[in-house]
C-alpha cells in the first residue's frame, strides 16, 4: 500500500499562484511515477500533469502546459505542482496518484489516491 496525502490547496486570486504537496508513505517510492489530477463539479476527473521515477520527465495536459510543473524530490518522498498564471478554470479539487512503473495520462492506471486538496481561483 502507498499512502499518498496532498496539502497546499486553497483560496487564490486569477492570476497568481500556488504549490501543492504530495507525500508519499508506505512502498518504495522511486519505483511509482507520480502524477496530478483534478475534478471540477459536475465534471469527470481529469489528468494534469505525471512525472517519472527518477523526475527527468514529464507529461502535461494542454491546458496546463507552461503554467503549472511538477516536480518531486525523491529523498523526501514528495511530489509537487507548481501552478501558475491560474486560471478560475482551474479551480478543482485536486488529487495526488501513484503508479508501479512508467507515468501515464489515464486516470484508471493509477494504484493509489490521495484524498484530495480543494483549489479555488477567483477571478
Known amino acids: 500500500q502507498v499512502q499518498l496525502v496532498e496539502s497546499g490547496g486553497g483560496l487564490v486570486q486569477a492570476g497568481g499562484s500556488l504549490r501543492l504537496s504530495c507525500a508519499a508513505s508506505?512502498?518504495?517510492?522511486?519505483?511509482?511515477?507520480m502524477g496530478w489530477f483534478r475534478q471540477a463539479p459536475g465534471k469527470a476527473r481529469e489528468f494534469v500533469a505525471a512525472?517519472?521515477?527518477?523526475?527527468?520527465?514529464?507529461l502535461y495536459a494542454d491546458s496546463v502546459k507552461g503554467r503549472f510543473t511538477i516536480s518531486r524530490d525523491n529523498a523526501k518522498n514528495t511530489v509537487y505542482l507548481q501552478m501558475n498564471t491560474l486560471k478560475p478554470e482551474d479551480t478543482a479539487v485536486y488529487y495526488c496518484?501513484?503508479?508501479?512503473?512508467?507515468?501515464?495520462?489515464?486516470?484508471?492506471?493509477?494504484?493509489?489516491w490521495g484524498q484530495g486538496t480543494q483549489v479555488t481561483v477567483s477571478s
Open positions: 496518484a501513484a503508479r508501479y512503473g512508467i507515468a501515464a495520462i489515464l486516470t484508471h492506471s493509477y494504484d493509489y
Open positions: 508506505g512502498r518504495t517510492f522511486t519505483n511509482y511515477a
Open positions: 512525472i517519472s521515477q527518477s523526475g527527468r520527465s514529464a
